[in-house]
């Protein structure tokens, strides 16, 4: 029997919605022409659904992620400030322990690359420095704990090194053990370890700083880099900055049983609702699910469509060059797709 996917679909906030919508386009484009076996599920979350409901991911829309296999998830705005509750996407990692934040950058055409990269960032998701332990001893002083434990390191490497099997055979761990040595000293122990497990793949370690120079004037020497939460988060942006910017970067959040794809950038609100947000971050992350599900013909097909739209350049979005508008680049995309 073949099996139907459900997929929670979070629209977001800002630029969430126009860019989600032009991905549904698509998503229901590739549902009739390659038969594929996926039902979106629509839910609130957000800072719309904070104004509402007065919580971010109200119980109904937590009930909807639970019957999903998987969820789309367009930027969500998050609430700054001490004591204010936790942010969507970190509320749905925690939920469903989605360890693995995985973050491809490669040249695209048309796209205004700084540097040729082609790397695969696979950032831990779970704690680190964002492991959610702060406090505010006393008006002068504040403390945040970083947790780094052995199991964790080690499901985060396994998915390193499982990728960098499949690519070209080289990760680097990015890490600062030479300062922080409790910490980031056991994730090296870990990862050096872990790597006599993978002898065809090469295993490199570089401090983050240096790592962030060296991306910028040798990016060709990295395949897989893998991180702590908030060195990949930092080295996630450089990188998307280096290949063409926020609008081309996708990303996705693994668990052992779950997942969560969305574009890596945020709401932006300096362009929300003038339709001329750049979709293919959020139509590339839907890529990425394709290949989750097992749907390798239809991500090709779809990853083909995005390449020969952005190639030709009828309508780029602003942030490309162009005048276009976000929902031209979806129609684009559709109109591309091999019959
Ligand atoms: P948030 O607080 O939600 O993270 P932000 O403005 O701090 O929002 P981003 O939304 O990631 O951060 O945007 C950073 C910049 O990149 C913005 O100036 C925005 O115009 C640009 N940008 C982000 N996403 C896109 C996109 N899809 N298309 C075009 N430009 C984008």
Redo the contacts with the bound molecule.
Sequence with gaps: MIKLWKVAVIEG???GPE?ISSTVKVINALNETYKLSIELEFLEAGLGAYKKYGTNLPKQSQDKLFGADCVLKG????LEGFGTELGVPVKIRKMFNLYANIRPFKPLPRASSLVNLDALIVRENSEGSYSGLEYRVSDQIALGIRVTTRSAAEKIFKVAFGMAEKRKKKVTLAHKANVLKATDGLYKEVFLNQARQYPEVLAEEAHIDALAHWLILRPESYDVIVAENLYGDIISDEAAALVG???LAASANLGDKYAMFE?????????AGKG???????ILSFKMMLEWMGYPEAAHALESAINQTLAEGKKL???MGGSGKTEDIGNEVISNLPK
């Design positions: 906030d800002g630029i860019v930027p969500t705005t998050s910017g926020l609008g574009p890596v950038h945020g709401s932006a609100p300096d362009i001329i947000a750049n979709p293919v971050a959020a979005t602003p942030d």
